[in-house]
């Protein structure tokens, strides 16, 4: 079975070689969906039994690596020399380097690789990250599994 739990945060990106807009400083109101899947813990009496996983203890992992990470902070492509100058002088401004150009696809496989060691199998139910599926917009999402992040690790 698939349990999901929502999470959203404020953060600023640019698409450095963007065509159009997307080259601008601006920011997004993101919303993921943190998919996991396993089978439910049948152990008897303990607190998860007939769960997957508890939602609580998504939600734990999720603020800690993922929400308190990224909200009200600005994520850089090490390779945008503009915007790491900049960061490099105002280093109190919140901001996040990474490797990759900040897309949504980008961001929603790097969540996943936050995540997925924190999804522990405690329960031997199978229990294990399933996908990540992120917006930017209302109008605009990505899926992203484990076999895509495993075709995009090397780059992040
Ligand atoms: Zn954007």
Known sequence: MKVIK????DMGHRITNHRSQCRNLHGHRYKAEICIEGDLVGIEGISNEGMVIDFGDIKKIAVKHIHNVLDHGFMVWNKDKVLMEYF????????IIVSFVPTCENIAAWIFNQLDSHIKDRYKNGLRLHSIKLWETPTSVVICTRNDVKKLTKRL
């Open 6 to 9: 929502e999470l959203q945060w």
């Open 88 to 95: 490099k002088k105002n280093a109190d401004q919140k901001h």
